[in-house]
C-alpha cells in the first residue's frame, strides 16, 4: 500500500490528454510539501519529468505539466505520442514517516 | 556531464551479504545528498536510504540494521552495503542523486536474493 496513490493505469489515443492523479494526505502533499513526477520508459531507470510540482527539467517537453492543490496532485500530458508510453510515479515528503522520499504506486500508461 | 553508475549486483543466498557501488561524474558526492532506490520485480519504486553531504545517514525502516551507506570521496564513489539479505530484497537498485527528488539517476543494478 502505497503512501501516494496512483491510478493504476491510463489510456489515450495519440494526439489526445490524458491525466494521472497523485493522491496524499496532510502530513505529504496536504502538507505543502513538494510533488514531483518521474517517466519510466520500459526496462530503464527513473527519469526526472516535473520537479516543485510544475517544473519541467531541461530537455522535457512542454506537453507534460504539472500541478498541485489540496492534498493532491496531478500530471497532464498533452498531444500523447507513442513514445510516451510508460510508467508514471509520483514523489514527495511525509512528515509522518522515517523516509526521505515517498513514492505513489505508478501508473502504467498506454498509448492506444 | 552529470552520470551516476551501479555495480556490484548479483545472485546471492538468504543470510548473505552484498556491497553495491555508485559511481559519481561530473558532480562531486560529497557535495550532495545520495540516495539508494530499488524496484522489486514487476512493482513500484521504494526509497531505501540516504547519505547527507555532511555525512549524516538515514534509511527504511525495512533495511534498518542490516544496510549501511557510505561514501568515499576520493573514489567519489558512495556503497551501499547489504548485509542479512532476505527473499524480498530482490530488486534492481538505483543510485540517484539528490535531496527533494532524485535529478540524476544510474542505469541500476539487479540484485537477487534465492536459495
Known amino acids: 500500500q502505497s503512501v501516494l496513490t496512483q491510478p493504476p493505469s491510463v489510456s489515450g489515443a495519440p494526439g489526445q490528454r490524458v491525466t494521472i492523479s497523485c493522491t496524499g494526505s496532510s502530513s505529504n502533499i496536504g502538507a505543502g510539501y513538494d510533488v514531483h513526477w518521474y517517466q519510466q520508459l520500459p526496462g530503464t531507470a527513473p527519469k526526472l519529468l516535473i520537479y516543485?510540482?510544475?517544473n519541467r527539467p531541461s530537455g522535457v517537453p512542454d506537453r507534460f505539466s504539472g500541478s498541485r492543490s489540496g492534498t493532491s496532485a496531478s500530471l497532464a500530458i498533452t498531444g500523447l505520442q507513442a513514445e510516451d508510453e510508460a510508467d508514471y510515479y509520483c514523489q514527495s515528503y511525509d512528515s509522518s514517516l522515517s523516509v526521505l522520499w515517498v513514492f505513489g504506486g505508478g501508473t502504467k500508461l498506454t498509448v492506444l | 556531464e552529470v552520470q551516476v553508475a551501479e555495480s556490484g549486483g548479483g545472485l546471492i543466498q538468504p543470510g548473505g551479504s552484498l556491497r553495491l557501488s555508485c559511481a559519481a561524474s561530473g558532480f562531486t558526492v560529497s557535495s550532495n545528498y545520495m540516495n539508494w532506490v530499488r524496484q522489486a520485480p514487476g512493482k513500484g519504486l521504494e526509497w531505501v536510504s540516504v547519505i547527507y553531504s555532511g555525512g549524516s545517514t538515514y534509511y527504511a525502516d525495512s533495511v534498518k540494521g542490516r544496510f549501511t551507506i557510505s561514501r568515499d570521496n576520493s573514489k567519489n564513489t558512495v556503497y551501499l552495503q547489504m548485509n542479512s539479505l532476505r527473499v524480498e530484497d530482490t530488486a534492481v537498485y538505483y543510485c540517484a542523486r539528490g535531496n527533494d527528488y532524485g535529478d540524476y539517476w544510474g542505469q541500476g543494478t539487479l540484485v537477487t536474493v534465492s536459495s
Open positions: 516543485g510540482n510544475t
